[in-house]
Protein backbone atom coordinates (compact mmCIF):
# COMPACT_ATOMS: atom_id res chain seq x y z
CA UNK A 1 0.00 0.00 0.00
CA UNK A 2 0.90 3.84 -0.58
CA UNK A 3 0.50 7.07 1.34
CA UNK A 4 0.59 9.80 -0.76
CA UNK A 5 0.94 13.35 0.03
CA UNK A 6 -0.37 15.96 -2.71
CA UNK A 7 0.66 19.93 -2.99
CA UNK A 8 -1.30 22.56 -4.04
CA UNK A 9 -4.48 20.46 -3.38
CA UNK A 10 -6.95 23.06 -2.92
CA UNK A 11 -6.54 24.25 -6.54
CA UNK A 12 -8.05 22.76 -9.34
CA UNK A 13 -5.41 20.19 -10.78
CA UNK A 14 -4.90 19.37 -7.80
CA UNK A 15 -7.97 18.75 -6.21
CA UNK A 16 -8.81 16.19 -9.47
CA UNK A 17 -5.24 14.46 -8.71
CA UNK A 18 -6.48 13.81 -5.33
CA UNK A 19 -10.05 12.77 -6.15
CA UNK A 20 -8.00 9.85 -8.64
CA UNK A 21 -5.83 8.55 -6.00
CA UNK A 22 -8.37 8.37 -3.43
CA UNK A 23 -10.14 5.79 -5.32
CA UNK A 24 -7.08 3.80 -6.17
CA UNK A 25 -7.26 1.02 -3.80
CA UNK A 26 -3.68 0.85 -3.76
CA UNK A 27 -3.55 4.02 -1.94
CA UNK A 28 -3.85 3.38 1.48
CA UNK A 29 -3.74 7.67 2.71
CA UNK A 30 -3.34 10.78 0.85
CA UNK A 31 -1.98 13.68 2.88
CA UNK A 32 -3.40 17.15 1.07
CA UNK A 33 -1.39 20.18 1.43
CA UNK A 34 -3.13 23.74 0.27
CA UNK A 35 -2.60 27.55 1.16
CA UNK A 36 -6.61 28.08 1.69
CA UNK A 37 -9.02 26.08 3.36
CA UNK A 38 -10.05 22.69 2.83
CA UNK A 39 -12.04 22.55 -0.42
CA UNK A 40 -15.75 21.74 -0.26
CA UNK A 41 -15.57 19.04 -2.79
CA UNK A 42 -13.48 16.90 0.05
CA UNK A 43 -16.05 17.01 2.53
CA UNK A 44 -16.99 13.42 2.01
CA UNK A 45 -13.48 12.60 1.70
CA UNK A 46 -12.36 14.33 5.20
CA UNK A 47 -15.51 12.44 7.01
CA UNK A 48 -15.15 9.24 9.09
CA UNK A 49 -13.41 8.39 12.17
CA UNK A 50 -10.51 7.48 10.10
CA UNK A 51 -10.47 9.20 6.89
CA UNK A 52 -8.40 8.06 4.14
CA UNK A 53 -7.95 11.67 3.42
CA UNK A 54 -6.22 14.30 5.45
CA UNK A 55 -5.95 18.12 4.33
CA UNK A 56 -3.22 20.83 6.14
CA UNK A 57 -2.40 24.12 4.89
CA UNK A 58 0.96 25.07 4.45
CA UNK A 59 2.68 27.95 2.51
CA UNK A 60 5.09 25.73 0.46
CA UNK A 61 7.37 28.89 -1.12
CA UNK A 62 8.46 29.67 2.88
CA UNK A 63 11.33 27.58 4.13
CA UNK A 64 10.10 27.74 8.07
CA UNK A 65 6.87 26.47 7.25
CA UNK A 66 8.38 23.82 5.21
CA UNK A 67 10.89 22.31 7.47
CA UNK A 68 8.10 22.47 10.48
CA UNK A 69 5.80 20.36 8.45
CA UNK A 70 8.16 17.75 6.91
CA UNK A 71 9.60 17.64 10.92
CA UNK A 72 6.20 17.25 12.41
CA UNK A 73 4.04 14.36 13.85
CA UNK A 74 1.59 15.11 10.80
CA UNK A 75 3.82 13.87 8.93
CA UNK A 76 5.85 11.67 10.32
CA UNK A 77 2.23 9.57 11.17
CA UNK A 78 1.73 9.60 8.14
CA UNK A 79 4.24 8.18 7.15
CA UNK A 80 4.35 9.46 3.18
CA UNK A 81 6.01 7.33 0.82
CA UNK A 82 5.33 8.91 -2.53
CA UNK A 83 5.12 12.96 -2.81
CA UNK A 84 3.06 14.20 -5.94
CA UNK A 85 4.17 17.81 -6.42
CA UNK A 86 1.27 20.32 -8.30
CA UNK A 87 2.73 23.46 -9.50
CA UNK A 88 0.28 26.52 -8.36
CA UNK A 89 -2.13 27.35 -10.80
CA UNK A 90 -4.82 29.35 -11.87
CA UNK A 91 -5.85 33.09 -11.69
CA UNK A 92 -3.72 33.43 -8.50
CA UNK A 93 -0.70 31.76 -10.44
CA UNK A 94 0.80 34.63 -12.23
CA UNK A 95 0.66 37.02 -9.36
CA UNK A 96 3.74 35.53 -7.39
CA UNK A 97 5.14 36.88 -4.25
CA UNK A 98 8.69 38.22 -3.97
CA UNK A 99 11.14 35.41 -2.38
CA UNK A 100 14.04 36.26 -0.66
CA UNK A 101 17.14 35.42 -3.38
CA UNK A 102 15.10 36.67 -6.62
CA UNK A 103 13.91 33.59 -6.80
CA UNK A 104 10.37 32.63 -8.37
CA UNK A 105 7.80 31.20 -6.00
CA UNK A 106 7.67 28.18 -8.00
CA UNK A 107 10.78 28.05 -8.39
CA UNK A 108 11.02 28.33 -4.32
CA UNK A 109 9.05 25.84 -3.85
CA UNK A 110 10.23 22.87 -6.20
CA UNK A 111 13.64 23.72 -4.53
CA UNK A 112 12.25 23.67 -0.54
CA UNK A 113 9.82 20.12 -1.71
CA UNK A 114 13.18 18.49 -3.45
CA UNK A 115 15.57 19.34 -0.62
CA UNK A 116 12.89 17.62 2.25
CA UNK A 117 12.23 14.84 0.07
CA UNK A 118 15.62 13.68 0.18
CA UNK A 119 16.42 14.45 3.65
CA UNK A 120 13.06 12.25 4.31
CA UNK A 121 13.89 8.83 5.94
CA UNK A 122 10.19 7.59 5.13
CA UNK A 123 9.90 9.58 1.23
CA UNK A 124 10.94 7.21 -1.62
CA UNK A 125 9.36 8.37 -4.84
CA UNK A 126 8.56 11.88 -5.84
CA UNK A 127 6.40 12.76 -9.05
CA UNK A 128 6.49 16.38 -10.22
CA UNK A 129 3.97 17.93 -13.13
CA UNK A 130 6.32 20.44 -14.72
CA UNK A 131 6.03 22.10 -18.55
CA UNK A 132 5.86 21.51 -22.08
CA UNK A 133 6.91 25.42 -22.65
CA UNK A 134 10.56 24.50 -21.59
CA UNK A 135 10.94 23.51 -25.02
CA UNK A 136 13.12 25.76 -27.19
CA UNK A 137 10.88 26.86 -30.05
CA UNK A 138 11.76 27.03 -33.59
CA UNK A 139 10.08 29.06 -36.48
CA UNK A 140 7.00 27.04 -37.59
CA UNK A 141 4.58 25.15 -36.27
CA UNK A 142 6.16 22.07 -37.19
CA UNK A 143 7.96 21.87 -33.45
CA UNK A 144 7.70 18.42 -32.57
CA UNK A 145 9.04 17.53 -29.39
CA UNK A 146 10.61 14.52 -27.35
CA UNK A 147 11.62 14.23 -23.76
CA UNK A 148 15.67 14.37 -25.30
CA UNK A 149 14.86 17.22 -27.05
CA UNK A 150 16.83 21.07 -26.58
CA UNK A 151 15.30 23.31 -23.76
CA UNK A 152 14.91 26.76 -24.28
CA UNK A 153 17.78 28.45 -22.46
CA UNK A 154 17.89 31.56 -24.13
CA UNK A 155 19.02 34.39 -21.32
CA UNK A 156 16.01 36.55 -22.79
CA UNK A 157 13.45 34.17 -22.13
CA UNK A 158 10.32 35.38 -20.20
CA UNK A 159 10.42 35.20 -16.44
CA UNK A 160 7.26 33.03 -16.43
CA UNK A 161 8.48 30.40 -18.92
CA UNK A 162 12.07 30.29 -16.88
CA UNK A 163 10.55 29.41 -13.74
CA UNK A 164 9.27 26.68 -15.25
CA UNK A 165 12.80 26.10 -17.01
CA UNK A 166 14.32 26.93 -13.36
CA UNK A 167 12.03 23.58 -12.07
CA UNK A 168 13.09 21.54 -15.12
CA UNK A 169 16.23 21.40 -14.02
CA UNK A 170 15.98 21.55 -10.35
CA UNK A 171 13.99 17.48 -11.12
CA UNK A 172 15.94 16.44 -13.83
CA UNK A 173 18.80 17.10 -11.88
CA UNK A 174 17.58 14.11 -9.37
CA UNK A 175 16.13 11.66 -11.90
CA UNK A 176 19.29 9.51 -11.52
CA UNK A 177 19.32 10.03 -7.56
CA UNK A 178 19.90 6.39 -6.04
CA UNK A 179 17.96 7.83 -3.01
CA UNK A 180 14.96 9.38 -4.52
CA UNK A 181 12.75 7.99 -7.68
CA UNK A 182 12.06 11.19 -9.50
CA UNK A 183 9.47 11.61 -12.17
CA UNK A 184 8.62 14.50 -14.13
CA UNK A 185 5.91 14.48 -16.52
CA UNK A 186 5.83 17.68 -18.66
CA UNK A 187 2.64 18.56 -19.52
CA UNK A 188 1.07 21.25 -22.21
CA UNK A 189 -1.76 23.52 -21.65
CA UNK A 190 -4.43 21.44 -19.51
CA UNK A 191 -8.20 22.20 -20.14
CA UNK A 192 -10.64 21.44 -17.44
CA UNK A 193 -14.52 20.60 -17.73
CA UNK A 194 -16.29 24.10 -18.35
CA UNK A 195 -13.80 25.51 -20.19
CA UNK A 196 -11.04 26.45 -17.72
CA UNK A 197 -7.49 26.41 -19.27
CA UNK A 198 -4.05 26.23 -16.81
CA UNK A 199 -0.22 25.90 -17.07
CA UNK A 200 -0.73 27.84 -20.68
CA UNK A 201 1.85 30.93 -20.45
CA UNK A 202 0.12 32.97 -22.88
CA UNK A 203 -3.33 32.89 -21.06
CA UNK A 204 -2.08 33.01 -17.46
CA UNK A 205 -3.25 35.60 -14.72
CA UNK A 206 -6.96 37.27 -15.33
CA UNK A 207 -9.43 37.33 -18.02
CA UNK A 208 -8.96 39.93 -20.82
CA UNK A 209 -7.55 40.62 -24.19
CA UNK A 210 -4.11 39.58 -24.95
CA UNK A 211 -1.59 40.27 -27.66
CA UNK A 212 0.37 38.36 -30.03
CA UNK A 213 2.59 39.24 -33.15
CA UNK A 214 0.47 39.89 -36.06
CA UNK A 215 0.62 36.91 -38.71
CA UNK A 216 1.19 34.42 -36.39
CA UNK A 217 -1.19 32.11 -34.43
CA UNK A 218 0.65 29.30 -32.84
CA UNK A 219 -1.16 25.63 -32.64
CA UNK A 220 -1.16 24.50 -28.83
CA UNK A 221 -1.08 21.11 -27.76
CA UNK A 222 -3.80 20.06 -25.24
CA UNK A 223 -4.26 17.38 -22.14
CA UNK A 224 -7.33 16.97 -19.84
CA UNK A 225 -7.12 17.33 -16.15
CA UNK A 226 -8.74 14.15 -15.75
CA UNK A 227 -5.60 12.79 -17.81
CA UNK A 228 -3.09 15.05 -16.07
CA UNK A 229 -4.71 13.24 -12.61
CA UNK A 230 -4.37 9.58 -14.45
CA UNK A 231 -0.65 10.40 -15.75
CA UNK A 232 0.41 10.96 -11.90
CA UNK A 233 -1.23 8.08 -10.89
CA UNK A 234 0.33 5.85 -13.01
CA UNK A 235 3.49 7.48 -11.84
CA UNK A 236 2.91 6.77 -8.82
CA UNK A 237 2.32 3.27 -9.28
CA UNK A 238 5.44 2.72 -11.57
CA UNK A 239 8.97 1.91 -10.99
CA UNK A 240 10.82 3.91 -13.40
CA UNK A 241 12.36 7.44 -12.70
CA UNK A 242 12.36 9.77 -15.94
CA UNK A 243 10.98 13.01 -18.23
CA UNK A 244 7.59 11.72 -19.61
CA UNK A 245 5.59 13.99 -22.06
CA UNK A 246 2.07 13.95 -21.18
CA UNK A 247 -0.78 15.17 -23.76
CA UNK A 248 -4.05 14.17 -25.71
CA UNK A 249 -4.51 13.61 -29.19
CA UNK A 250 -5.61 17.54 -29.95
CA UNK A 251 -4.64 20.81 -30.90
CA UNK A 252 -5.99 24.34 -31.09
CA UNK A 253 -4.58 27.39 -32.65
CA UNK A 254 -4.12 30.04 -30.09
CA UNK A 255 -6.47 32.27 -31.00
CA UNK A 256 -9.44 29.40 -31.03
CA UNK A 257 -8.07 28.50 -27.03
CA UNK A 258 -8.14 32.15 -26.05
CA UNK A 259 -11.43 33.34 -26.98
CA UNK A 260 -13.40 30.60 -25.48
CA UNK A 261 -11.05 31.26 -22.24
CA UNK A 262 -12.33 34.87 -22.13
CA UNK A 263 -9.29 35.89 -22.97
CA UNK A 264 -8.43 37.07 -26.84
CA UNK A 265 -6.23 37.30 -28.40
CA UNK A 266 -5.41 40.65 -30.22
CA UNK A 267 -2.43 40.47 -33.35
CA UNK A 268 0.20 43.52 -33.19
CA UNK A 269 2.47 44.58 -35.90
CA UNK A 270 6.02 43.18 -34.65
CA UNK A 271 7.79 46.48 -34.03
CA UNK A 272 4.67 47.73 -32.00
CA UNK A 273 4.61 44.17 -30.07
CA UNK A 274 8.13 44.87 -28.95
CA UNK A 275 8.30 48.59 -28.44
CA UNK A 276 5.67 47.43 -25.61
CA UNK A 277 7.79 44.80 -24.28
CA UNK A 278 10.21 46.92 -23.79
CA UNK A 279 8.40 49.59 -22.31
CA UNK A 280 6.68 46.24 -19.22
CA UNK A 281 10.69 45.71 -18.78
CA UNK A 282 11.48 49.14 -17.98
CA UNK A 283 8.29 49.96 -16.58
CA UNK A 284 7.51 46.71 -14.69
CA UNK A 285 4.28 46.67 -15.57
CA UNK A 286 2.16 44.12 -17.56
CA UNK A 287 0.55 45.37 -20.23
CA UNK A 288 -2.88 43.34 -21.06
CA UNK A 289 -2.36 41.02 -18.37
CA UNK A 290 0.36 38.82 -20.71
CA UNK A 291 3.84 38.67 -21.65
CA UNK A 292 4.10 40.82 -24.70
CA UNK A 293 6.59 38.44 -26.99
CA UNK A 294 7.98 35.12 -27.05
CA UNK A 295 8.42 32.23 -29.23
CA UNK A 296 5.25 30.56 -27.16
CA UNK A 297 3.41 33.52 -28.51
CA UNK A 298 4.67 32.68 -32.65
CA UNK A 299 5.35 29.24 -32.97
CA UNK A 300 3.76 25.99 -31.62
CA UNK A 301 4.22 22.05 -31.36
CA UNK A 302 3.21 18.62 -30.53
CA UNK A 303 4.22 16.09 -28.61
CA UNK A 304 5.65 12.98 -28.45
CA UNK A 305 3.98 10.88 -25.76
CA UNK A 306 5.68 7.27 -26.37
CA UNK A 307 7.80 7.11 -23.66
CA UNK A 308 5.16 7.42 -21.05
CA UNK A 309 3.00 4.86 -22.73
CA UNK A 310 6.23 2.65 -22.30
CA UNK A 311 7.26 2.84 -19.49
CA UNK A 312 4.18 3.77 -17.38
CA UNK A 313 1.24 2.10 -19.28
CA UNK A 314 -0.44 5.75 -19.92
CA UNK A 315 -2.58 6.82 -22.98
CA UNK A 316 -4.55 9.49 -22.75
CA UNK A 317 -8.14 8.72 -23.02
CA UNK A 318 -10.08 12.51 -22.74
CA UNK A 319 -10.93 14.01 -25.57
CA UNK A 320 -11.37 17.69 -25.66
CA UNK A 321 -14.00 19.37 -28.01
CA UNK A 322 -16.70 22.39 -28.29
CA UNK A 323 -19.45 21.58 -26.87
CA UNK A 324 -22.95 23.95 -26.13
CA UNK A 325 -23.41 25.60 -22.52
CA UNK A 326 -26.66 26.08 -20.93
CA UNK A 327 -27.00 29.89 -21.97
CA UNK A 328 -26.42 28.16 -26.14
CA UNK A 329 -22.84 29.72 -26.51
CA UNK A 330 -19.82 26.56 -27.32
CA UNK A 331 -16.71 26.10 -24.62
CA UNK A 332 -14.22 23.84 -24.58
CA UNK A 333 -15.52 20.52 -22.63
CA UNK A 334 -13.54 17.46 -22.06
CA UNK A 335 -14.86 14.10 -22.33
CA UNK A 336 -14.03 9.67 -22.12
CA UNK A 337 -13.27 8.36 -25.70
Not at 91 to 114: D, K, M, N, V
Amino acid sequence: MTSVLVTHADEPIGRRVVKTLFHDGDVDRILALGSGPAPHRFDALLAGSEPRLRYIRVDLAKHRAMTDFFHSHSFRSAEIDAIVHIPHHGAAAAEHRPIPGGLSERTAEARLLLQNCLESHSVRSLVAVGSAFVYRLTPGNANNFAEDSELDLDPDVSPEIRSWIDCDMIFHGEVHSDRLRVVLLRVPTVVAGGGYVYLNPSLAGRRGARLRALGFDPICALVSDTDVARAVQAAVRAEHSGIYNVAGAEVVPLSVLARWTGRPTVPVPGPLLRWIAAGERATGTDFAHATAEGPHLRYGFTLETHRAERDLGFRSTYRIGLARAGDGSFTLETASQ
